[in-house]
């Protein structure tokens, strides 16, 4: 293993004390919205303002629907504003992971996946949304000597289905980007990129407004009756179809539930660092290839985004603004930087945050309909949701409008993920798994009996 067995030192925890708890992406405040604090009537009313629910807002507006977006904070508050900011056209949080479920429909999937990000890309410029977006690749980084293997395999499968692929010896990776921990990579050119997702949210709002759509921030709905009435603290929306929007947040359909669990993810953001010591000049993102993996990227500014590792469950899930500290996490993650990057020992980091991700057993986006199909749902992204969120949002719009798609009449939209079992043997169950991930992990990979037969089932869990 190329990480430190030790416990994380003083030092390692100085690094982050002074940290500001939250994203760095939310650090600018804006002026929110009005809150809804009346009866009103929409045509379609969504219920959560991050990209899901603004892309899902933005899509209906542009065929002429009349559309009400419900935030309980602001838009991009939660998963949206939290996450790395790695761009990623995958709809199946991987093809690795597309062709365990949906073999068959792999090629379609793909050709939308990669429709949808050229889609993403030319509605930034159409609406006029800066969001630092850089179409870099991504960097799959090899930490392992059992990885290796992976290359051959990587590149192999990443080009039958059309991408452009850079295969990276030891000396050739760390060419691109110097740590000592690099033993190979891949690096995919094809859709992938980096952005900022707090601009990103906040752009994707100002095109919604601009198009028409009544967005209420600071107005969290708490039910919805069977006739459609959307219900708030101080106000209602008469709704001739609902879009739940609302990721790893409490869902306001009970049934919801048994699909998604709400598992938090932890990053630290550094000071302005001289990337002189790093190189890193093309910028890609760079996930490494531990069932425990870390993610990180370079910001517009400089500043170096280190993320992952740890994926907390809690028993029964709670989501909520006492969770997004987690020390021994933030330790971890300041222990796991300087080891990748022993030549920035002595950097501050400025900002830790964490946040839940909407996590399924298939890895992706699912979605749903209940009130005689007048109400939608897209949620389960797992962590890889920026791009294919405009897939969903999308795509869930069509699913209430009863629109025949390419999408649509795919199993992958029809069907949906195992269920999780209900507590306390689903806390039991995902502790379990975890810690048999991190086991194989120490073991070369070698998969125990446990996970392979979570393989067979198609019921995974990522670290």
């Not at 967005?215 to 179809?241: C, F, M, N, P």
């Not at 980091?349 to 199909?373: E, K, L, Y």
Request: glycine share 12%; charged share 20%; aromatic share 10%.
């Amino acid at each position: 293993m190329p990480w430190p067995t030790t416990a994380p030192t003083d030092a390692h925890r100085a690094s982050y004390r002074d940290a500001e708890p939250r994203s760095y992406w939310l650090r600018t405040p804006h002026a929110p919205t009005p809150a809804l604090t009346e009866a009103t009537s929409a045509d379609l009313c969504i219920v959560g303002g991050g990209f899901t629910g603004l892309w899902a807002a933005l899509y209906a507006a542009q065929q002429g629907k009349d559309v009400v977006v419900l935030e309980a904070e602001t838009a991009g508050f939660g998963a949206s504003g939290r996450n790395g900011g790695f761009v990623v056209a995958s709809l199946t949080h991987g093809i690795d992971n597309g062709m365990a479920r949906f073999a068959e429909e792999m090629p379609v999937l793909e050709r939308l996946a990669l429709e949808n990000f050229d889609g993403l890309r030319a509605d930034l410029q159409t609406h006029g949304i800066d969001c630092d977006f850089e179409a870099t690749g991504e960097l799959l980084a090899l930490t392992d000597e059992y990885q290796l293997p992976w290359l051959e395999e990587e590149r192999e499968l990443l080009t039958r289905f059309g991408h452009e692929v850079t295969v990276l010896d030891q000396a050739a990776m760390q060419a691109q980007v110097a740590s000592p921990t690099y033993l190979g990579g891949v690096w995919d050119h094809t859709g992938a990129g980096i952005l900022d997702p707090g601009k990103l949210a906040l752009g994707l709002r100002d095109a919604a407004l601009r198009a028409g759509v009544r967005i209420y921030e600071h107005s969290a709905a708490h039910h919805v009756t069977d006739d459609l009435h959307v219900l708030t603290a101080q106000g209602r929306v008469k709704a001739g179809r609902v879009l739940l929007a609302t990721s790893a947040y409490p869902p306001l359909l009970r049934a919801i539930k048994r699909y998604v669990v709400p598992v938090y993810d932890y990053a630290l953001m550094t000071e302005p660092v001289d990337l002189r010591e790093v190189g890193w000049a093309n910028r890609q993102g760079i996930g490494d290839g531990g069932n425990q993996f870390h993610y990180y990227r370079r910001t517009r500014d400089g500043r170096i985004l280190y993320g992952g590792w740890d994926a907390v469950y809690r028993y029964k899930g709670p989501v909520g603004p006492r969770h997004d500290e987690h020390d021994a996490t933030f330790a971890t993650l300041a222990q796991h930087f300087f080891h990748t990057f022993p030549q920035l020992e002595g950097t501050r980091f400025t900002h830790r945050w964490g946040g839940a991700i909407d996590t399924s057993s298939r890895f992706s986006v699912f979605f749903g309909t209940a009130h005689q199909g007048r109400l939608a749902y897209a949620t389960g992204y797992t962590g890889l949701g920026v791009a294919a969120a405009r897939f969903g949002g999308r795509t869930a719009v069509d699913v209430l409008d009863g629109r025949m798609t390419d999408a649509t009449r795919t199993r992958y939209v029809r069907s949906k993920p195992i269920p999780f079992p209900p507590e306390p043997l689903r806390y039991a169950v995902i502790q379990y798994t975890r810690g048999r991930l991190a086991a194989a992990d120490r073991n070369a990979g070698r998969r125990g009996l446990w996970l392979r037969t979570l393989d067979r089932l198609g019921l995974g869990f990522d670290s």
